[in-house]
C-alpha cells in the first residue's frame, strides 16, 4: 500500500480516516500490526485490546503485549472488550472522532484436546458495537474451511454452498449466518465476511517453527505427502499481502461484497512453501482422508485489489516472514 500523500497547500486537506483493529493482540493482529508499522497505510489506526486488571510485574497477563513491543505505550491502544460494556469504545471516539472501518481479527483457535471455540457471540458483538458507535463498515475474519473438501479445480468461490467438514469450519459457517442475519437489521454497518486461506506464518507447517526458521536454526516438521510426490495444495497469503488486503478494504470506497476469499490467486504445494523457508520435511504417506487440494479462487477479491504475481510465490511469502533459509547467504554482524 502506498502512503496517504499530502495535498497541495491550496487544496482542503482530506480528513485521514480512522480504522479499529479488534484483536490486535492475536497472532494475526499482530502480523497486521508489525505489516503496518513498516508501511503505514492511509488512516489513523486504533488497537483493541482486551479489558483487563492491572497485573503485578511479576504475573503479566497472556493477552499483554511483550513489554519490548514498541506500540504497547501508544496511545493508539483501546482496552475494551466486546463483549462487555460499550462505553470505553463510545467514550473514546467522543473524544477523537468516528471510526470509518472494524476490522475484526479476534478469536480464539482452536486447540487440540481442548473444547471448539465459538466466535459467534463475539463477532456479534463486534457488529453490535459498530451499529451503536456510528462504524459503517465491519470487516470479520471468517475462514476457508466453512467449504468444506476437495475443491473444484478452479478452487471455491463465494458462492459454492458451505459444507464444513470438520468442527471449526462449522462454528465459522455458523458464525457466518448469525451475522448475516444481524447485518439485515435496520442501521446494521456493511458486513463483509473474510474467507482467509493459510497466513503463512500463522499456518500449522510453519507456526510451531517460526522462531528458529527466522534464526537461521534447524527444524523438521512431518507433512503428508501424496502419490504425485507432492504435499497438500492449499491458498496461502503472507501477513503483509494480508494486510495490503484488509487497509484496501477498509478503504476502498465502493460497497464491498458480503464475502470475500482471502488468498494469494494461485495455490501453493506446502513442501514448496517448507523448501523455501529452510524447514526439513519428514515425509509420511498421506492417509486416505488427507485432501490433496483445498483451494480458492480468488477472482472477486482480483477485481477490488490487484495481488502482484509474486505474492503467489513460496519464496515472497516466507520472505514476508523475514525467513532467510540456511542455505542462503545472510547479512553479516555489525561491527562494533
Known amino acids: 500500500m502506498s502512503h496517504a500523500l499530502s495535498p497541495p497547500a491550496s487544496a482542503s486537506p482530506t480528513p485521514v480516516p480512522t480504522w479499529l483493529l479488534v484483536g490486535a493482540t492475536g497472532r494475526l493482529g499482530g502480523m497486521v500490526r508489525t505489516a503496518w508499522a513498516d508501511s503505514p497505510p492511509p488512516a489513523r489506526l486504533l488497537w483493541q485490546r482486551r479489558t483487563r486488571p492491572s497485573p503485578p510485574p511479576s504475573d503479566p497477563l497472556p493477552s499483554d503485549p511483550p513489554p ?11 482496552d475494551w472488550s466486546p463483549l462487555g460494556d460499550i462505553a470505553p469504545l463510545l467514550e ?14 479476534a478469536g480464539a483457535a482452536p486447540r487440540p484436546e481442548a473444547p471448539m471455540p465459538d466466535h459467534t457471540d463475539l463477532a456479534l458483538a463486534c457488529l453490535e458495537a459498530a451499529r451503536r458507535a456510528g462504524i459503517g463498515r465491519v470487516l470479520i475474519a471468517s475462514s476457508a474451511a466453512v467449504y468444506g473438501a476437495p475443491s473444484p479445480p478452479a478452487g471455491f468461490a463465494e458462492t459454492a454452498p458451505l459444507t464444513p467438514v470438520n468442527a471449526y469450519g462449522a462454528m465459522k459457517a455458523r458464525m457466518e449466518e448469525a451475522l448475516r442475519q444481524a447485518a439485515r437489521s435496520p442501521g446494521a454497518p456493511e458486513l463483509c465476511l473474510l474467507r482467509i486461506g493459510n497466513v503463512a506464518g500463522a499456518d500449522a507447517l510453519l507456526a510451531p517453527h517460526l522462531a528458529a526458521l527466522r534464526a537461521g536454526r534447524a527444524a523438521r516438521a512431518g507433512l503428508d505427502i501424496f502419490a504425485d510426490g507432492r504435499g497438500p495444495l492449499r491458498s496461502y497469503i503472507g501477513p503483509r499481502t494480508l494486510a495490503q488486503v484488509l487497509a484496501a478494504l477498509a478503504a476502498a470506497p ?22 523455501a523457508a529452510g524447514l526439513e520435511i519428514a515425509p509420511r504417506p498421506a492417509p486416505a482422508t488427507a485432501q490433496a487440494r483445498i483451494t480458492l479462487d480468488t477472482t472477486r477479491l482480483e477485481r477490488l485489489f490487484s495481488l502482484a504475481p509474486a505474492a503467489s510465490l513460496p519464496q515472497s511469502m516466507t520472505r514476508e516472514l523475514g525467513i532467510i533459509p540456511r542455505s542462503a547467504p ?7
Do not use: Y
Open 68 to 78: 519490548s513491543d514498541p506500540l504497547a505505550a501508544d496511545p493508539a491502544w483501546l
Open 92 to 105: 473514546r471516539l467522543a473524544i477523537e472522532g468516528p471510526v470509518r472501518a472494524m476490522i475484526v481479527l
Open 254 to 275: 465502493a460497497p464491498l461484497p458480503d464475502a470475500l476469499n482471502i488468498a494469494a490467486p494461485a495455490p501453493v504445494h506446502m513442501d514448496a512453501l517448507a523448501a
Open 330 to 336: 545472510r547479512p553479516a554482524a555489525k561491527s562494533t
